[in-house]
C-alpha cells in the first residue's frame, strides 16, 4: 500500500535514474540538415521560442507559426463570443487556451497546449504538444497526445514552461497531423489531410482545422469534429463555425518566491471567501507527482479522504507548507517544490521519491479552521498583561484573583 507523504518522515539515501533515450525526430526531411535535440535547460531557466527551436531558425515560416499559436486566449465555442462576461453571445460557456513552448527529448521544437472552461482552469478538457517539421519539403503541424500521468502533472504549467514536467518523444502519441499553407483564409492556417481514425464518444473519425493570424487580438480558431460510420457529425463545431479565441490576460496566476517555490493559482477563491491564518487548520485535497509525471501520492485515491492538517504541519517538506500558507476555500493551487523544500538530497525512497527530487503538487482547499486562541502574556506576578492599544483592562483567569505586586 502507497503510503501517505505525510508518513514519510524517514528518508535514506538512494536515487531513481529517470534517463531516457531520445528517438529520432518523425517525419524528418532528409532534404534538410539533421538538428540536434536542445539542450534541456537548467531548473528555473527561462524557455523561449527563438532559443529552443533549431528548426525554426531555418525555417521562418515554422517559427512564425510556432509564436503566433503560443499565449493566453479567451473565447467560446460560438463565433463572436470571445468577449464580455463568463458566458459568452450565444449562452456559451467562456473558454481559455493556454500554451507555450517546452523541451521535450528528441523533438527540434514544440509547444504544450490545453483549453478549458474559464471557471475551471484545473481541468482542461484539451490537453496536447504541437510539432512543426517538414514532410517533403511541405510544412506539417503533428499534433501529439500526452501520457495520462503527463497530462494530469502539467496542467496549468504552460504559465511556468520552464518548470514543464520532462518529456520525451517516446512518451508522446501522435493523433494528428495537419498540412499547413500560408496562403489560406489565415496568414497561418491547416487542415488534417483526410479523417482520422479515433473512438472517441461514438465516433469512429474525425477531422481538424487550425487557424491564426499574426493581428493584434491574435485570433485562433480551432475546429475538431467527429463522424460515427455513417458518415454523420457526432460531436464537434458545426461549420463553419469554430473555437475561436483572441488574445487575454491569462486567468491563472504564478509567483514565485525567493527560495524558488513556485505557486500557480489555477482556481481563484471568491471575494471574502475565508482563507487560512497562520497555525490555522485546512482540510484539502492533494495529489502529488515527480517531474517525470509518476504519482506518489494523493488523497483522490479510493479510500482515502480529504487531509486535515495544521499548517505550518510538522512534515518535512517546507515548500509545501509555504504553498499552502494563506490558501481560500475553494481555491486551487499548483506548486512546484525545488528539492531543497522538499526531501532534499536524501529523497524519500519508501515513497518512491528519489533524491534530489523537484515535487508537482495539485492542492484544493475545501475548509479552514481559524488558529486557537493563545493564552495572554503574564507580567512577572503572572498577571495578565494588556495589549498594546487595548482599553480593556487585563483579566485573570477564571477562578484566580490578582496578584499583588511585589
Known amino acids: 500500500m502507497q503510503k501517505p507523504v505525510w508518513a514519510l518522515l524517514v528518508a535514506m539515501a538512494g536515487s531513481v535514474g529517470l534517463g531516457a533515450a531520445a528517438p529520432a525526430q518523425p517525419g524528418a526531411d532528409p532534404s534538410q540538415p539533421e538538428s540536434a535535440t536542445p539542450a534541456r535547460p537548467a531548473p528555473g531557466e527561462a524557455i523561449t521560442i527563438d532559443d529552443r527551436a533549431t528548426a525554426i531558425e ?39 487556451y493556454g500554451a507555450a513552448p517546452i523541451v521535450v527529448d528528441g523533438l527540434d521544437n514544440a509547444i504544450y497546449f490545453e483549453v478549458s ?11 496536447g504538444v504541437f510539432h512543426f517539421y517538414r514532410n517533403r519539403g511541405e510544412l506539417r503541424l503533428r499534433v501529439f497526445d500526452l501520457p495520462q500521468g503527463m497530462r494530469e502533472a502539467g496542467v496549468g504549467m504552460w504559465i511556468v514552461p520552464e518548470h514543464f514536467p520532462r518529456m520525451a518523444a517516446s512518451d508522446l502519441n501522435p493523433s494528428l497531423e495537419l498540412d499547413m499553407t500560408v496562403e489560406g483564409p ?12 479515433v473512438n472517441r464518444d461514438g465516433a469512429v473519425e474525425m477531422t481538424c482545422e487550425l487557424g491564426v493570424d499574426g493581428g493584434e487580438q491574435g485570433r485562433l480558431r480551432i475546429a ?31 509567483r514565485t518566491t525567493e527560495d524558488g517555490l513556485v505557486v500557480i493559482t489555477l482556481i481563484a477563491p471568491a471575494p471574502g471567501t475565508p482563507k487560512h491564518e497562520t497555525g490555522g487548520a ?25 487531509q486535515r492538517m495544521q499548517i505550518p504541519a510538522p512534515i518535512p517538506i517546507k515548500g509545501f507548507n509555504d504553498g499552502v500558507a494563506g490558501i481560500a476555500v475553494g481555491e486551487r493551487r499548483r506548486l512546484v517544490i525545488p528539492p531543497a523544500l522538499g ?45 498594546p492599544g487595548s482599553t480593556t483592562p487585563p483579566q485573570p483567569p477564571a477562578g484566580e484573583t490578582p496578584r499583588p505586586a511585589k
Open 282 to 306: 485546512v482540510v484539502v485535497h492533494y495529489t502529488g507527482w515527480l517531474t517525470d509525471g509518476r504519482q506518489f501520492d494523493s488523497t483522490r485515491m479510493v479510500g482515502r479522504d480529504a
Open 58 to 96: 531555418r525555417d521562418p515560416k515554422a517559427g512564425e507559426a510556432m509564436k503566433l499559436l503560443a499565449g493566453s486566449r479567451r473565447g467560446t465555442s460560438a463565433e463572436g463570443g470571445a468577449e464580455g462576461g463568463a458566458e459568452g453571445d450565444a449562452g456559451e460557456t467562456a473558454l481559455r
Open 186 to 197: 489565415m496568414p497561418i492556417w491547416g487542415a488534417t489531410m483526410c479523417a482520422v481514425p
Open 343 to 387: 526531501f532534499g538530497d536524501t529523497g524519500a525512497p519508501r515513497g518512491g521519491i528519489p533524491a534530489n527530487a523537484t515535487l508537482i503538487f495539485d492542492v484544493e482547499c475545501l475548509h479552514v479552521e481559524a488558529p486557537p486562541p493563545q493564552p495572554p502574556d503574564l507580567d512577572a506576578q503572572g498577571n495578565p498583561v494588556a495589549q
Open 117 to 127: 472552461r474559464e471557471d475551471d482552469a484545473a481541468n482542461p478538457f484539451r490537453q
Open 224 to 254: 475538431e469534429r467527429g463522424f460515427n460510420a455513417r458518415g454523420e457529425q457526432v460531436w464537434g463545431t458545426t461549420p463553419p463555425d469554430a473555437l475561436k479565441f483572441a488574445n487575454a490576460e491569462p486567468v491563472i496566476r504564478s
